[in-house]
């Protein structure tokens, strides 16, 4: 697969304190790389970097496109903060938008069109920014960001402020711009939105990489099963004393018991207590925010 991005060994300073240390990775096109961390692990002025709006220490940043020259009409950037101009219409803005990366304006005004309906802003066109609710301004944004067909498009927290209707048209939105070969670099906290869309995660804490490869792999090497169990009585001093646990929660009919990573599951179960009453159980591996949360805590 065809690498767009190539982020080697980027480290940067401020003052005296190292916010990215030797970090490198890659994004492809027509994947969803997902950049994670905590607040204050480095992903902000990792994708400044990127942005040309930092510039790194040390270390090497490098497109590959055609014209390298203007490689920043070929980025589209959905920023955390958001800085639309509120007292600008939204049409107007997202054609002044696409009039800075050279886009076709006859097609721009036609695109406009399309993804106001696409996201149900039909009758925001008119509408000045400081009119529109966050969620609102924030489909308006993405609209900016997407709409001049970047090569490569970065998404710092693109769900913020979104109801899970709006959510979910994000979601299939960016699917749909990885299916046609934009490279996409994705930045978010909501770990199950991550899971959902992203091919490969790569994760950094306290300026270093901590984890990178696909979500397959990374479940497989970092996370260990989970068993939930329904059940009508309260089963957690029954299984206390697992060696095979490594904790166990119990919420209103709802127990979790997770496993120490190589326990198998099948085995597990078939250790089960005779006394004990079932009534539905789920296995499956950690999830992402499993990880997430283990990996920064360990670390």
């Known amino acids: 697969m065809e690498t767009l991005l190539n982020v080697r060994n980027v480290s940067k300073q401020f003052g005296k304190n190292t916010v990215v240390d030797q970090v490198s990775f890659d994004v492809r096109k027509g994947e969803i790389l997902g950049i994670l961390g905590p607040n204050g692990a480095g992903k902000t002025t990792?994708?400044?970097?990127?942005m040309d709006i930092i510039r790194p220490d040390s270390g090497e940043i490098r497109f590959n496109f055609q014209d390298n020259n203007n490689f920043l009409s070929q980025l589209g950037y959905l920023p955390e903060e958001r800085g639309l101009y509120r007292d600008s219409r939204v049409t107007d803005i997202l054609l002044y938008l696409a009039q800075l990366k050279e886009y076709p304006r006859d097609r721009a005004?036609?695109?406009?069109?399309?993804?106001?309906?696409?996201?149900d802003l039909e009758n925001a066109g008119k509408m000045k920014i400081k009119e529109l609710s966050r969620g609102m301004a924030q489909k308006a944004q993405f609209i900016g960001a997407i709409l001049h067909e970047p090569a490569i498009l970065i998404l710092d927290e693109p769900f913020s402020?979104?109801?899970p209707v709006s959510q979910d048209v994000f979601s299939e939105e960016i699917r749909n711009l990885a299916k046609n070969g934009v490279a996409i670099l994705l930045s978010s906290h909501?770990?199950?939105?991550?899971?959902n869309i992203c091919d490969r995660i790569f994760m950094i804490h306290k300026g270093k990489k901590v984890l990178y490869d696909t979500l397959l792999r990374i479940k497989q090497d970092f996370g260990s099963f989970k068993c939930?169990?329904?059940s009508e009585e309260n089963i957690r001093d029954k299984l206390i004393n697992f060696k095979e646990t490594e904790k166990i929660e119990q919420e209103g009919l709802r127990t979790t018991i997770y496993l120490?990573?190589?326990?198998e599951p099948g085995q597990f179960i078939q250790k089960l207590p005779d006394n004990i009453s079932i009534e539905e159980v789920t296995i499956k591996r950690d999830s992402l925010h499993d990880i997430f949360v283990r990996t920064v805590t360990e670390n």
């Open 190 to 195: 909501q770990m199950n939105l991550v899971e």
């Open 228 to 230: 939930e169990i329904m």
């Open 46 to 50: 990792v994708i400044r970097s990127i």
């Open 109 to 119: 005004r036609k695109r406009v069109l399309e993804y106001l309906a696409k996201f």
């Open 260 to 263: 120490k990573k190589g326990v």
């Open 161 to 163: 402020g979104l109801d």
